[in-house]
């Protein structure tokens, strides 16, 4: 009963998620553009590869592309708001059981901190939450509420053109015993609109 | 009175040795002085004509001269870095235009000069400029090299910072991330994913190794242009 009860608040919060995610967002700018402060807004494409870990790993799924696209604002010298969506992908061939084309795909928000030293690359760390959805061929979940970390540097390579490695980690649910956790290794390109 | 006459005559005699005393000294430091211009000028001299030995006669002026305030722009015929060079080290250059004087004083375009390093220090960081510097110490005229004296006004100085270690890391996570989708694509398994991030990252190395840059550098074909603060007389 409680298990149900929690899963019922799981999917009405993962629901909601998005839709809640984008109002944050939108308020967050427009209290910054009020505010009067120096606003950057930027727009980044990424992408990278994914490295499955635990229960991925265990059901024999393997590294895959994982492809996204963000929006951020910053809002303070050293905090950048990020709002975007992405699709995780694994390989699974031989020996694999989550049947075939497992992917990961969602929504992510949260803060970015840009940690400003000498230099011109700028080194960040982020965290933020994740409704993910994971699906294959065999698998469907609903949109799953999770937890994604991330360490990665701006380099800059023109004059509003950035440069962006970066490693995450993300977690989330799949709505039963399997859990999606993986690393992902990613290449983004960076372009200051203001 | 015999004894009064003896003692005047022995303090005159005392007298007179100490005025002789005085007046040699006086000749040894007029002399050494005369040495050190003398030397000074068969410096200047020996790079004029090199007719004129170490003597401690004036040279004779020839009228020609360059007057002080003139701009002298020279080209720089060997490359000079803070990474290959070191203070004392001496460098070619050349004279672009030629300088006219006065008394018939003409320095020809394409006149050879030499160059000193005075100072070389690399950057160690970003906030740290690297630091090149240089002195144009002589120039040909007349057939020989003349010394100059003058304040560098401008210098094509290739200069960088040292990058950062952010930068640094942030080259080899590029090489590894565009290595690891690059095997990812190619073998579409972890270990392909994996040894491509392994040669992208070993790649980005080599990149942040070689272009982390640091030091200053005076390539070939770069001017220097030396303002004169002393007449060039020869």
């Known amino acids: ?194 | 009175m015999h004894r009064l006459a003896l003692t005047l005559a022995f303090f005159t005699a005392l007298a007179a040795c100490g005025t002789d005393a005085e007046s040699r000294e006086d000749l040894e430091s007029q002399t050494l002085g005369a040495d050190t211009v003398a030397q000074t000028s068969t410096r200047a001299q020996t790079s004029t004509a090199g007719s004129v030995g170490p003597v401690r006669a004036a040279p004779p002026q020839s009228g020609r001269a360059i007057p002080a305030g003139a701009l002298l722009t020279f080209e720089v015929r060997e490359s000079v870095s803070t990474a290959s060079n070191g203070v004392g080290d001496t460098f070619s250059l050349v004279l672009v235009d030629a300088v006219v004087g006065s008394g018939g004083a003409v320095l020809p375009a394409g006149a050879s000069a030499r160059g000193l390093v005075t100072e070389v220090r690399a950057s160690t960081g970003p906030m740290d400029p690297s630091l090149l510097g240089l002195r144009v110490t002589s120039v040909e005229a007349a057939g020989s090299q003349q010394q100059i004296l003058g304040e560098t006004q401008s210098a094509d100085i290739d200069r960088s910072t040292r990058g950062s270690g952010t930068r640094s890391v942030a080259t080899v996570a590029t090489g590894a991330a565009a290595g690891a989708i690059i095997g990812q694509i190619i073998g579409r398994d972890t270990r392909s994913t994996v040894a491509g991030a392994s040669v992208g990252a070993a790649v980005g190395m080599g990149v942040a190794l070689t272009t982390r840059g640091g030091h200053a550098e005076l390539p070939v074909g770069s001017r220097i242009v030396v303002r004169l603060s002393r007449d060039l007389t020869y």
């Not at chain 1, 984008?22 to 308020?27: D, G, K």
């Not at chain 1, 229960?55 to 963000?70: F, R, Y």
């Open chain 1, 1 to 194: 009963m409680n298990t149900q009860r929690t899963t019922l608040r799981n999917r009405t919060i993962a629901r909601w998620l998005p839709a809640s995610a984008i109002l944050a967002f939108s308020a967050l700018w427009i209290f910054a553009a009020e505010a009067q402060a120096q606003v950057g807004i930027g727009v980044e494409g990424r992408a990278g590869v994914t490295f499955p870990q635990g229960d991925l790993s265990d059901a024999g799924a393997e590294a895959g592309l994982s492809l996204g696209a963000e929006l951020q604002v910053n809002f303070q010298r050293n905090l950048t708001a990020y709002a975007g969506f992405h699709r995780h992908a694994f390989n699974c061939d031989d020996g694999c059981t989550l049947g075939d084309d497992p992917r990961s795909t969602g929504v992510a928000a949260g803060l970015k901190y840009i940690f400003h030293a000498p230099g011109d690359a700028l080194a960040w760390a982020r965290g933020g939450i994740v409704a993910n959805t994971f699906e294959s061929s065999t698998r469907s979940s609903d949109r799953e509420i999770g937890f994604e970390l991330g360490v990665g540097a701006d380099m800059p390579i023109g004059t509003r053109l950035y440069l962006v490695p970066n490693i995450g980690f993300i977690s989330h649910s799949t709505g039963n015993s399997l859990k999606a956790n993986f690393f992902t290794l990613g290449l983004g390109a960076h372009v200051h609109l203001r």
